[in-house]
């Protein structure tokens, strides 16, 4: 069964940091980019970041860049999210996915494969 898995969310301070993992079963990792999404509340999931493993090529979303940090365990076949400097907008529950998009800028967030279940991101004042 192809599964993602995601940990590491919390309630934390607005300037503060916090780690997200997703970790894959059940699939090849390096048939795959993966993606982090996030949704608000009242609001549309939005593409964060993504990376590929192939080749570590990565992209941000304007509104996360030189706060986030995406990385690949490629023995652990686990995603990790780094994110620093949060603020309260960055509130959302945080999405991993596996996706077979392109390799470089966002199109590593498109085409869809598999989806984890979500970890809640909660920045508070």
């Known amino acids: 069964e192809v599964q993602l898995v995601e940990s590491g969310g919390a309630l934390v301070q607005a300037g503060g940091s916090l780690r997200l993992s997703c970790a894959a079963f059940?699939?090849?990792?390096?048939?795959?980019?993966i993606g982090w999404f996030r949704q608000a509340p009242g609001k549309e999931r939005e593409g964060v970041s993504c990376i590929s493993s192939s080749d570590d090529s990565t992209y941000y979303a304007d509104s996360v860049k030189g706060r986030f940090t995406i990385s690949s365990d490629n023995a652990k076949n686990t995603v990790y999210l780094q994110m620093n400097s949060l603020k309260p907008e960055d509130t959302a529950v945080y999405y991993c996915?596996?996706?077979?998009?392109?390799?470089?800028?966002?199109?590593?967030?498109?085409?869809?494969?598999?989806w984890g279940q979500g970890t809640l991101v909660t920045v508070s004042l």
């Open positions: 996915a596996a996706t077979i998009g392109g390799l470089y800028g966002s199109s590593c967030l498109s085409l869809v494969e598999v």
């Open positions: 059940g699939l090849t990792f390096n048939d795959y980019r």
